[in-house]
């Protein structure tokens, strides 16, 4: 099994900053990509950014206000969040799409999710 955990949410005020830190471990033979998503209250979960192979891609509404990070020996992926603004609370998941064994398929791994609330 692959556990996923976040850290580092909470609650800032606009225009304020956070880190996201996520750890993967367990039974981890490799990690394809690693990468953020979040949910909005009655939206649906969309991309915030993702590394893979050291390549990143963010989301329109993220560029220029965050940024992600990979430790590869550690399995942790990051995400600084800068000049946040109120449409960017949401429960935020970190996302690792790896494998168990060299003959596995690559399989998407979800952390349970932290709470990112940007208020005055």
């Known amino acids: 099994q692959v556990q996923v955990v976040e850290s580092g949410g909470g609650l800032v005020q606009p225009g304020g900053s956070l880190r996201l830190s996520c750890a993967a471990s367990?039974?981890?033979?490799?990690?394809?990509?690693m990468g953020w998503y979040r949910r909005a209250p009655g939206k649906q979960r969309e991309l915030v950014a993702t590394?893979?192979?050291?390549?990143?891609n963010y989301a329109d509404s993220v560029k220029g206000r965050f940024t992600i990070s990979r430790d590869n020996a550690k399995n942790t992926v990051n995400l600084q969040m800068n000049s946040l603004k109120p449409e960017d609370t949401a429960v935020y998941y970190c996302?690792?799409?790896?494998?168990?064994?060299?003959?596995?398929?690559?399989?998407?791994?979800w952390g349970q999710g932290t709470q990112v609330t940007v208020s005055s």
């Open positions: 996302n690792v799409n790896g494998r168990t064994s060299w003959a596995a398929k690559l399989t998407d791994y």
């Open positions: 367990g039974n981890i033979f490799s990690i394809n990509g």
């Open positions: 590394i893979i192979s050291g390549r990143t």
